[in-house]
């Protein structure tokens, strides 16, 4: 059988492989409408998009199709391509939406593909061209919103708004134009256009749904405070919320809105709607009020506070506050008190805490407004303010010095408070305590210009003028505190006699022009003239200040210098003009004075004398008028001797130095030289360098009995009559002088001057001769005086006659000098010629002086360190001419024996004094029997001093077996030798240097050595016043070295109760610095007078002792009185904190003296 050829392929199986195939390409090869679909391709290949491309190639229409292969293309990144894929779609009239909606997300990767620079900003140009098309297209308006929005990222936000403007026309339904409206207003608020927002979204209220349209509003609102437009946002919250019962937090909103519009009635509404329907809500009621008292409205604000004060827990410090001033405004101080004084011990406020010190001193309510400060200043809540309060209130009560402490702890509490510190100063310049308040100003850090003023002023008052002037030594800038520097600067130079001061700034003042001088300054400059003397200036200036102000003072002054200048006829007219431009000019005591001047001068003795008395009658206590007439007077002495005593009387009631001449030279005319020589006394002061004042003093000196004193100030004249420029070169002058005045040898020396033609004959050598022969006769030279004569001749045997009748004339004795005294007695009141009277003086001053004396009794208390001594006793002085007897008798009574074995028992201690002053030196012996411990020791001194010169001055003493002050036991069981050595030194009159050396030697009561060294005093004296009171500072140094034996010796150890080193009795170093003050007038205790009662000294002095390290401070202080007559009661005392010990030291005086005979 034919086997048939069997098929590899059968038609079944190619119909199958087929079919296989088919499925396989329709698998890898899809079809074109897949391609079409967006969505296929997210990770596109090179394939599929060139598979795209056959594709469009072949159906270029086909939209989709384009789409897909411009996605493929964006997708791997070829942008250009994808974008050229797009182009022909791009171009069409009317794009596919979807194309147009790739188109853009496309050109949006184009753009974040290109850095920052021109191409950039290029590209988003062509972006928004093409968002241009985009709204052009017939698009439904939601869909072009849709595919404008991402636009909002890349472009700018005016172009955004633009392009939804652009669409705004097209929207035609109510909520797409409200939706387009409100992403137009949210960029028109994102540009800063809240404003324009708002009218966007305002025309759309009523289409918003009325569930959401509160919110609408409250948008709108929103936009319309940004946009600065607050009444239209008020007015939107009326239209809102019409009814008047609003909830609260729509009154709250409206409230601010009404205040933010500023529509008070709105606003004060809503308040008080508010308020009112909350009447415990304390808020509410706070800003209630404040709006009623913004508004003014005071009685609404009361009722307001009293709902307020209903909730006291919930006030704050503030309503509190607010309530008390409410209270006030509304005339209930009352009521305001206790707020504000709840509220100040509360918080502490100064605000309260003034208040209620005002009030509760308006109320007159004493007890609370003391409270409030005492309360305030002891808890230390006040501020400087509070203690300047509280000082007021204690000043107001008299309570100053509580004042003064409030103020001064107010001080030390705020350092830096200038208020403070100016009403603490006000209140020690008030209370008169300048050193404090100088202390409080000299110890700020830094002065101001009126500080410094203050404090000159302060110097000034204290009579520190020096330091004053001193402190002023600068220019302010303000000009009117450098007017009262300058004029009180010349105030001070005037007083201290400082004319380079003045004489500088006189001359400042004549560079100024006349606009810079004020019309005070214009009065300083025309008094600075008058005082150097520049009187044609100071005459202009009186006619130019006369021409501006017309001041009648002014023609007065110009009076005043043409007398000056010695213009009579000009002061003549002057005056007419005077009386007659002025018509009180006869009412003026200078008219009259100036009238009694010319008259004067016109030797029109009695009508100068009425026109004194007419002045005289206007002015009965100026001293200058009365110097004046009372020199007219004295001048024709004769002719008015019944009223010049009279006048003289009335001048020396309260006379100032000006006046001592015409009192001095004035009682000397009369005859009653006491009393002139009391006026010369007073003088010297101020007239110590006036030699015609020295001389005339000096002569009245003799004629009371005082001869000594009197030469010394005819020396002193001397010294001045061959200083002084005038009588330098006169040798004629001075030798009248010295021999009217008794100063032979001066005499004698100035006539060796002269040129000789011979000694014998000259005429004024004889006269000089017979001048000094009577001298050496009148002192009992007889070998002298006969000496000095030549030989006997008719010229001379007269003169001879006389010299020897003085030479050997018998002294007086007593019963002729009492004969003569009786004599003298019997003829008082008789008439006598001046040599009588003289003598009568003279003797009736001698009697006195022979006669002088003074007792006084007293007792002393001194504490000698460990127990004290009382002194008690009498002391007689007497004294003639120079010399002076001194003897006292006293017993000692010991309170105690410290280290002593036993108490010293009562002893009895005299003495005797003898010194004699004769011209410029003097010298004094004394001897005294002193107790000592269980016996007695003679002790003797004597001193001599020289005073070589005016400024310097030396001396020298010896004082054997002295009393050692080191210890109570040394001063009973020890006795000192001291020698010493000083010198002083016055640079001028207030200021004396001194300085002593001493040598000392301490002994036992066995003369046992116990020590010797030396001992140095340093002291300088400076005299700020001389009396009335006088005021001296003192600063000193005291050094005593002492070499001490090593043991006391047995019997010294013998009087003690304890055996003692010799240290522990003598003080083996002692170094002292220290300053002191002292006033006083007068001198109590001493055995002459010295100024009349009462007499006192007040002393203080601080010092620190630098051998111990430790300060050491002093007080001493006297008075004493006149008890019946001729006598003093006075009593002192000193307390010292430290002596030469380390014990303090105290001493209790008290004397009665009497002056018998004086």
Same mark, same amino acid.
């Given at each position: 059988?034919?086997?048939?050829?069997?098929?590899?392929?059968?038609?079944?199986?190619?119909?199958?492989?087929?079919?296989?195939?088919?499925?396989?390409?329709?698998?890898?090869?899809?079809?074109?409408?897949?391609?079409?679909?967006?969505?296929?391709?997210?990770?596109?290949?090179?394939?599929?998009?060139?598979?795209?491309?056959?594709?469009?190639?072949?159906?270029?229409?086909?939209?989709?199709?384009?789409?897909?292969?411009?996605?493929?293309?964006?997708?791997?990144?070829?942008?250009?391509?994808?974008?050229?894929?797009?182009?022909?779609?791009?171009?069409?009239?009317?794009?596919?939406?979807?194309?147009?909606?790739?188109?853009?997300?496309?050109?949006?990767?184009?753009?974040?593909?290109?850095?920052?620079?021109?191409?950039?900003?290029?590209?988003?140009?062509?972006?928004?061209?093409?968002?241009?098309?985009?709204?052009?297209?017939?698009?439904?308006?939601?869909?072009?919103?849709?595919?404008?929005?991402?636009?909002?990222?890349?472009?700018?936000?005016?172009?955004?708004?633009?392009?939804?403007?652009?669409?705004?026309?097209?929207?035609?339904?109510?909520?797409?134009?409200?939706?387009?409206?409100?992403?137009?207003?949210?960029?028109?608020?994102?540009?800063?256009?809240?404003?324009?927002?708002?009218?966007?979204?305002?025309?759309?209220?009523?289409?918003?749904?009325?569930?959401?349209?509160?919110?609408?509003?409250?948008?709108?609102?929103?936009?319309?405070?940004?946009?600065?437009?607050?009444?239209?946002?008020?007015?939107?919250?009326?239209?809102?919320?019409?009814?008047?019962?609003?909830?609260?937090?729509?009154?709250?909103?409206?409230?601010?809105?009404?205040?933010?519009?500023?529509?008070?009635?709105?606003?004060?509404?809503?308040?008080?709607?508010?308020?009112?329907?909350?009447?415990?809500?304390?808020?509410?009621?706070?800003?209630?009020?404040?709006?009623?008292?913004?508004?003014?409205?005071?009685?609404?604000?009361?009722?307001?506070?009293?709902?307020?004060?209903?909730?006291?827990?919930?006030?704050?410090?503030?309503?509190?506050?607010?309530?008390?001033?409410?209270?006030?405004?509304?005339?209930?101080?009352?009521?305001?008190?206790?707020?504000?004084?709840?509220?100040?011990?509360?918080?502490?406020?100064?605000?309260?805490?003034?208040?209620?010190?005002?009030?509760?001193?308006?109320?007159?309510?004493?007890?609370?407004?003391?409270?409030?400060?005492?309360?305030?200043?002891?808890?230390?809540?006040?501020?400087?303010?509070?203690?300047?309060?509280?000082? =007021?209130?204690?000043?107001?009560?008299?309570?100053?010095?509580?004042?003064?402490?409030?103020?001064?702890?107010?001080?030390?509490?705020?350092?830096?408070?200038?208020?403070?510190?100016?009403?603490?100063?006000?209140?020690?310049?008030?209370?008169?305590?300048?050193?404090?308040?100088?202390?409080?100003?000299?110890?700020?850090?830094?002065?101001?210009?009126?500080?410094?003023?203050?404090?000159?002023?302060?110097?000034?008052?204290?009579?520190?003028?020096?330091?004053?002037?001193?402190?002023?030594?600068?220019?302010?800038?303000?000009?009117?505190?450098?007017?009262?520097?300058?004029?009180?600067?010349? =105030?001070?130079?005037?007083?201290?006699?400082?004319?380079?001061?003045?004489?500088?700034?006189?001359?400042?003042?004549?560079?100024?022009?006349?606009?810079?001088?004020?019309?005070?300054?214009?009065?300083?400059?025309?008094?600075?003239?008058?005082?150097?003397?520049?009187?044609?200036?100071?005459?202009?200036?009186?006619?130019?200040?006369?021409?501006?102000?017309?001041?009648?003072?002014?023609?007065?002054?110009?009076?005043?210098?043409?007398?000056?200048?010695?213009?009579?006829?000009?002061?003549?007219?002057?005056?007419?003009?005077?009386?007659? =431009?002025?018509?009180?000019?006869?009412?003026?005591?200078?008219?009259?004075?100036?009238?009694?001047?010319?008259?004067?001068?016109?030797?029109?003795?009695?009508?100068?004398?009425?026109?004194?008395?007419?002045?005289?009658?206007?002015?009965?206590?100026?001293?200058?008028?009365?110097?004046?007439?009372?020199?007219?007077?004295?001048?024709?002495?004769?002719?008015?001797?019944?009223?010049?005593?009279?006048?003289?009387?009335?001048?020396?009631?309260?006379?100032?130095?000006?006046?001592?001449?015409?009192?001095?030279?004035?009682?000397?005319?009369?005859?009653?030289?006491?009393?002139?020589?009391?006026?010369?006394?007073?003088?010297?002061?101020?007239?110590?360098?006036?030699?015609?004042?020295?001389?005339?003093?000096?002569?009245?000196?003799?004629?009371?009995?005082?001869?000594?004193?009197?030469?010394?100030?005819?020396?002193?004249?001397?010294?001045?009559?061959?200083?002084?420029?005038?009588?330098?070169?006169?040798?004629?002058?001075?030798?009248?002088?010295?021999?009217?005045?008794?100063?032979?040898?001066?005499?004698?020396?100035?006539?060796?001057?002269?040129?000789?033609?011979?000694?014998?004959?000259?005429?004024?050598?004889?006269?000089?001769?017979?001048?000094?022969?009577?001298?050496?006769?009148?002192?009992?030279?007889?070998?002298?005086?006969?000496?000095?004569?030549?030989?006997?001749?008719?010229?001379?045997?007269?003169?001879?006659?006389?010299?020897?009748?003085?030479?050997?004339?018998?002294?007086?004795?007593?019963?002729?000098?009492?004969?003569?005294?009786?004599?003298?007695?019997?003829?008082?009141?008789?008439?006598?010629?001046?040599?009588?009277?003289?003598?009568?003086?003279?003797?009736?001053?001698?009697?006195?002086?022979?006669?002088?004396?003074?007792?006084?009794?007293?007792?002393?208390?001194?504490?000698?360190?460990?127990?004290?001594?009382?002194?008690?006793?009498?002391?007689?002085?007497?004294?003639?001419?120079?010399?002076?007897?001194?003897?006292?008798?006293?017993?000692?009574?010991?309170?105690?024996?410290?280290?002593?074995?036993?108490?010293?028992?009562?002893?009895?201690?005299?003495?005797?004094?003898?010194?004699?002053?004769?011209?410029?030196?003097?010298?004094?012996?004394?001897?005294?029997?002193?107790?000592?411990?269980?016996?007695?020791?003679?002790?003797?001194?004597?001193?001599?001093?020289?005073?070589?010169? =005016?400024?310097?001055?030396?001396?020298?003493?010896?004082?054997?077996?002295?009393?050692?002050?080191?210890?109570?036991?040394?001063?009973?069981?020890?006795?000192?030798?001291?020698?010493?050595?000083?010198?002083?030194?016055?640079?001028?009159?207030?200021?004396?240097?001194?300085?002593?050396?001493?040598?000392?030697?301490?002994?036992?009561?066995?003369?046992?050595?116990?020590?010797?060294?030396?001992?140095?005093?340093?002291?300088?004296?400076?005299?700020?016043?001389?009396?009335?009171?006088?005021?001296?500072?003192?600063?000193?140094?005291?050094?005593?070295?002492?070499?001490?034996?090593?043991?006391?010796?047995?019997?010294?150890?013998?009087?003690?109760?304890?055996?003692?080193?010799?240290?522990?009795?003598?003080?083996?170093?002692?170094?002292?610095?220290?300053?002191?003050?002292?006033?006083?007038?007068?001198?109590?205790?001493?055995?002459?007078?010295?100024?009349?009662?009462?007499?006192?000294?007040?002393?203080?002095?601080?010092?620190?002792?630098?051998?111990?390290?430790?300060?050491?401070?002093?007080?001493?202080?006297?008075?004493?009185?006149?008890?019946?007559?001729?006598?003093?009661?006075?009593?002192?005392?000193?307390?010292?904190?430290?002596?030469?010990?380390?014990?303090?030291?105290?001493?209790?005086?008290?004397?009665?003296?009497?002056?018998?005979?004086?």
């Amino acid at each position: 059988m034919r086997r048939n050829r069997e098929s590899f392929f059968s038609l079944p199986a190619l119909v199958l492989m087929g079919a296989l195939i088919a499925l396989a390409l329709y698998l890898l090869f899809p079809r074109q409408a897949v391609f079409e679909n967006p969505e296929y391709l997210e990770t596109p290949d090179a394939l599929s998009i060139a598979y795209l491309e056959v594709l469009l190639r072949s159906d270029s229409d086909n939209v989709p199709l384009r789409l897909s292969l411009a996605r493929a293309l964006s997708t791997t990144g070829q942008l250009e391509r994808a974008d050229q894929v797009l182009a022909p779609l791009m171009a069409q009239q009317t794009v596919p939406e979807e194309a147009f909606e790739f188109y853009l997300e496309l050109q949006a990767q184009r753009l974040f593909a290109i850095p920052e620079g021109p191409r950039r900003e290029a590209r988003k140009d062509q972006l928004f061209a093409d968002a241009q098309a985009l709204v052009r297209q017939s698009y439904e308006p939601e869909r072009i919103l849709e595919l404008l929005r991402p636009a909002s990222s890349w472009l700018s936000q005016p172009r955004y708004l633009t392009l939804l403007q652009g669409v705004e026309d097209r929207m035609t339904s109510p909520g797409q134009r409200l939706q387009l409206a409100r992403e137009i207003a949210r960029l028109e608020e994102a540009e800063g256009r809240p404003g324009m927002a708002a009218a966007t979204l305002r025309p759309y209220i009523d289409t918003v749904r009325p569930e959401a349209r509160d919110e609408f509003i409250d948008n709108i609102i929103r936009l319309e405070l940004a946009g600065g437009n607050p009444k239209a946002a008020l007015a939107l919250f009326k239209q809102k919320l019409p009814d008047t019962r609003m909830s609260e937090p729509a009154q709250t909103e409206g409230i601010r809105l009404a205040r933010l519009a500023g529509s008070a009635t709105d606003e004060a509404t809503w308040i008080r709607q508010r308020a009112d329907r909350h009447p415990d809500n304390t808020e509410f009621q706070r800003e209630l009020l404040a709006f009623q008292l913004a508004a003014g409205n005071l009685k609404a604000a009361l009722n307001t506070i009293r709902r307020l004060q209903k909730t006291p827990d919930r006030l704050t410090r503030e309503d509190r506050q607010t309530i008390a001033q409410v209270l006030e405004w509304n005339g209930l101080p009352q009521e305001a008190l206790p707020v504000w004084v709840s509220l100040y011990q509360q918080t502490g406020s100064a605000q309260a805490f003034q208040r209620s010190v005002d009030l509760a001193r308006g109320l007159f309510q004493w007890d609370t407004l003391r409270m409030l400060l005492t309360e305030g200043a002891r808890q230390e809540r006040l501020q400087p303010e509070g203690y300047i309060t509280l000082a =007021d209130a204690l000043v107001g009560s008299g309570r100053f010095n509580d004042a003064r402490e409030w103020l001064t702890e107010g001080r030390s509490r705020f350092p830096r408070s200038d208020t403070l510190r100016e009403r603490l100063l006000t209140l020690l310049v008030n209370l008169r305590d300048f050193p404090a308040a100088i202390e409080l100003l000299e110890n700020e850090p830094r002065l101001s210009d009126a500080d410094r003023i203050q404090l000159a002023s302060l110097y000034w008052r204290t009579r520190q003028p020096e330091r004053a002037l001193a402190l002023l030594n600068f220019e302010p800038q303000d000009r009117q505190l450098a007017e009262t520097v300058q004029i009180m600067r010349m =105030d001070l130079a005037n007083s201290l006699g400082r004319t380079d001061i003045l004489k500088r700034d006189y001359e400042s003042l004549l560079a100024r022009s006349d606009s810079e001088l004020t019309p005070n300054l214009k009065e300083r400059l025309l008094n600075l003239a008058a005082l150097f003397e520049d009187y044609p200036r100071a005459l202009s200036l009186s006619e130019h200040l006369f021409l501006e102000t017309g001041e009648p003072r002014f023609l007065a002054a110009i009076a005043e210098y043409q007398l000056a200048l010695g213009q009579w006829q000009e002061l003549e007219q002057t005056l007419e003009r005077w009386q007659t =431009d002025v018509p009180t000019a006869r009412n003026n005591p200078r008219y009259w004075s100036l009238r009694a001047l010319i008259h004067q001068r016109n030797d029109e003795v009695l009508a100068a004398n009425d026109a004194y008395r007419a002045a005289w009658e206007l002015a009965p206590d100026d001293e200058n008028l009365m110097i004046s007439w009372a020199w007219l007077q004295l001048a024709n002495a004769e002719q008015f001797a019944d009223t010049l005593p009279a006048l003289l009387a009335r001048i020396g009631d309260t006379p100032s130095p000006a006046a001592y001449p015409v009192l001095a030279y004035g009682y000397s005319a009369l005859g009653q030289p006491r009393r002139a020589l009391n006026w010369f006394r007073q003088g010297m002061d101020t007239r110590s360098d006036d030699i015609e004042w020295l001389l005339a003093t000096a002569r009245l000196l003799d004629q009371t009995g005082a001869p000594g004193t009197a030469t010394d100030l005819r020396q002193k004249a001397a010294k001045r009559l061959q200083e002084d420029p005038s009588t330098r070169s006169s040798r004629s002058s001075r030798f009248a002088v010295y021999s009217e005045e008794g100063l032979l040898k001066l005499a004698w020396q100035t006539l060796a001057t002269f040129p000789r033609s011979g000694e014998v004959d000259d005429p004024d050598q004889r006269g000089l001769r017979e001048t000094l022969a009577y001298f050496a006769s009148n002192q009992g030279d007889t070998l002298v005086a006969e000496a000095l004569l030549p030989a006997p001749d008719g010229r001379n045997a007269a003169v001879r006659q006389r010299i020897g009748q003085t030479l050997r004339s018998a002294p007086e004795n007593r019963e002729q000098q009492t004969g003569r005294y009786v004599r003298q007695l019997d003829r008082l009141n008789s008439p006598m010629t001046a040599e009588q009277q003289r003598v009568t003086m003279q003797d009736t001053v001698n009697l006195h002086q022979t006669f002088n004396r003074a007792i006084q009794v007293g007792s002393r208390w001194q504490n000698l360190g460990n127990f004290t001594v009382q002194r008690s006793g009498i002391t007689g002085q007497f004294s003639e001419d120079e010399f002076r007897w001194k003897l006292s008798a006293s017993t000692l009574k010991a309170s105690d024996s410290g280290r002593l074995i036993s108490t010293p028992g009562r002893s009895s201690e005299t003495s005797f004094e003898v010194d004699r002053r004769s011209g410029n030196s003097a010298w004094s012996l004394s001897v005294s029997q002193l107790p000592r411990y269980q016996q007695d020791d003679l002790a003797i001194s004597a001193a001599f001093d020289q005073q070589w010169s =005016d400024r310097i001055a030396f001396g020298a003493g010896y004082h054997f077996q002295e009393r050692t002050p080191d210890s109570a036991e040394a001063w009973w069981l020890t006795r000192r030798d001291r020698a010493y050595a000083s010198a002083s030194y016055t640079p001028f009159s207030r200021l004396n240097l001194n300085a002593q050396l001493e040598q000392l030697t301490v002994n036992s009561l066995e003369n046992d050595q116990l020590a010797d060294g030396y001992g140095l005093d340093l002291n300088a004296t400076y005299t700020i016043f001389r009396n009335d009171p006088a005021w001296i500072i003192s600063a000193g140094y005291r050094n005593q070295q002492l070499s001490l034996a090593e043991t006391l010796p047995s019997s010294t150890l013998a009087a003690l109760d304890q055996p003692l080193e010799t240290a522990s009795l003598l003080t083996e170093e002692y170094e002292r610095i220290g300053v002191g003050t002292r006033w006083f007038h007068g001198s109590p205790h001493a055995l002459y007078r010295s100024t009349p009662s009462p007499r006192a000294f007040l002393g203080l002095d601080a010092g620190y002792v630098l051998s111990t390290s430790t300060a050491e401070i002093g007080v001493e202080v006297g008075l004493g009185w006149r008890v019946l007559g001729d006598d003093e009661l006075a009593l002192s005392g000193r307390w010292s904190s430290e002596g030469l010990d380390g014990n303090g030291r105290t001493e209790f005086n008290l004397t009665y003296t009497i002056y018998p005979g004086r």
